[in-house]
């Protein structure tokens, strides 16, 4: 079993910056790739960025450029930084951790809105 809480979401203007953080706990040692996902209202839940645990990233067409995903040594923490957000980008971001075994973790979600 794996525990995810999301922290870090927000009110922002457009143009403006968040950091999200995720603080894993459990068995983090089974964890082979963490990610973010958002879903906004009416849409379908989809994939922000992810990093796998030798570090490879990953990131949708629509935030490269403007997101990093990284993560700290011990594994337990995954950050997402948002920069030069955008209207669209608003949406409840979910952590999400991939076990071995092809299981998922998710968090509860932290809510971002971006808005003048």
């Known amino acids: 079993q794996v525990q995810l809480v999301e922290s870090g979401g927000g009110l922002v203007q457009p143009g403006g910056s968040l950091r999200l953080s995720c603080a894993a706990s459990?068995?983090?040692?089974?964890?082979?790739?963490r990610g973010w996902y958002r879903q906004a209202p009416g849409k379908q839940r989809e994939l922000v960025a992810s990093?796998?645990?030798?570090?490879?990233?990953d990131y949708a067409d629509s935030v490269k450029g403007r997101f990093a995903i990284s993560r700290d040594n011990a594994g337990k923490m995954v950050y997402l930084q948002m920069n030069s957000l955008k209207p669209e980008d608003a949406a409840v971001y979910y952590c999400?951790?991939?076990?071995?075994?092809?299981?998922?973790?998710w968090g509860r979600g932290t809510q971002v809105t971006v808005s003048s």
């Open positions: 999400n951790a991939l076990v071995r075994g092809a299981f998922n973790f």
């Open positions: 459990g068995s983090i040692v089974s964890i082979e790739r």
């Open positions: 990093i796998t645990n030798i570090g490879r990233t």
